[in-house]
């Protein structure tokens, strides 16, 4: 990479133009055209912002074509293997894997804001009971902000600091929270002695009549959904945080504009999507049929928890998830899901099928996700509001991230404009 060029020229007509290239420390270069606009009265067009790059970030790389994550520069098959999730919360929002000691404090700063403002509990009955949880996710952690005035203040590291803590530590707890409401049961309070991903479970899973033991192999197949969720550098929903952050809204606020954006089935969506399309498909029998439809265009049908924007090989979380999901079926006893051979068996056959592999669609994180969750008990409705939980990490690391870049400005995307030129209202009775 000797000589690769440090300006890129663009020439409209017959004028020419130098913008700078800057360098990451892995990845494509980027041509910066932060003034194109002020050189040469022109915007660029990019819809779904496939070739820009809207912020430096040192958080978390993907290589889409190699099949790659990194956080912080760690592969996420590292940490799902060998780590936590708390520390890989640590690690994304201080780009640094804690010591023994920042490991411990860090800890005890989640584990003692897990519970909610009592008077919290009383939003929830202001739910329908058939309310979907990410409706009451939307709504619950953008009102975090009318209880919590202490950490509203963006300019205060302090107060950032603090409300990045208490989303991490109340997320579970609101997740939790909207999930017993919804099958009508009583919240559970969080256990500061449990771990993080096992307080989770026991608030989802403990009931009043009867002991609960947190098993331990869904308690670490939680905690690695938790780390394959945490972050996903600027994603839809984390783009979405960046840019209601950028107009200095509070983080609580932003944090439910991420959630909103999530719940989209192209996006968090999909492995409710996922779990939908292979109970539809059935059995394996139903599988060719299924992908005739698939690839017939009128018929609009996609394979869900296939194909990502950036990956074009397979989704690294995906193949982890696979693993996990296996581990999963086999302690609920429930290895002979008939959902789990139709999910082999559509892998099977659309990673030789010439559609999948000319298209570079290979199966995503979503893909056994969704079996993976039913088999731990959770309902689809569930599944969206698991991933919100997990992603908060990454949405306030981002968000802090840019809050504290100097070169942060609102967000304002420009426009090709199309619709109709100039034009005199003509009052009602005068219109044809
Ligand atoms: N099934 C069948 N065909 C597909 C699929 C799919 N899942 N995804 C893309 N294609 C086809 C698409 O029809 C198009 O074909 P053609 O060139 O003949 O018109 C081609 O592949 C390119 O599609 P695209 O829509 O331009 O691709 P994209 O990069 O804009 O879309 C995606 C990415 C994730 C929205 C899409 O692959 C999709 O809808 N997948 C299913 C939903 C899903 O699993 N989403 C979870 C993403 S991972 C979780 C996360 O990180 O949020």
Known sequence: MANTPTTAKLTIGADSYDFPVRKGTIGPDVVDISDLYKKTGRFTFDPGFTSTAACDSAITYIDGDKGELLYCGYPIEQLAEKGNFLETCYLLLHRELPTKEEFAAFNKAITYHTMLHEQMNRFYSGFRRDAHPMAVMVGVVGALSAFYHDSTDIQDAHQRMVASHRMIAKMPTIAAMAFKYHIGQPFNYPRNDHDYASNFLQMCFRVPCEDYKVNPVLAKAMDRIFILHADHEQNASTSTVRLAGSSGANPFACIAAGIACLWGPAHGGANEAALQMLQEIGTVENIPAFLAKVKDKNEHTRLMGFGHRVYKN???????????????????????????????????????????????????????????????????????????????????????????????????????????????????????
Request: glycine fraction near 6%; aromatic fraction near 10%; proline fraction near 6%.
């Open 314 to 432: 397979y989704d690294p979380r995906a193949k982890v998830m696979q693993k996990t999901c296996h581990e999963v079926l086999a302690t609920m006893g429930k290895h002979d899901d008939p959902l789990l051979h139709v999910a082999m068996e559509l892998e099977r056959i659309a990673l030789s099928d010439d559609y999948f592999l000319s298209r570079k669609l290979y199966p995503n994180v979503d893909f056994y996700s969704g079996i993976t969750l039913k088999a731990m008990g959770f309902p689809t409705s569930m599944f969206t509001a698991l991933f919100a939980l997990a992603r908060t990490v990454g949405w306030i690391a981002q968000w802090t991230e840019m809050i504290e870049d100097p070169a942060q400005r609102i967000g304002r995307p420009r426009q090709l404009y199309t619709g109709a030129v100039r034009r005199d209202y003509a009052p009602l009775d005068q219109r044809a």
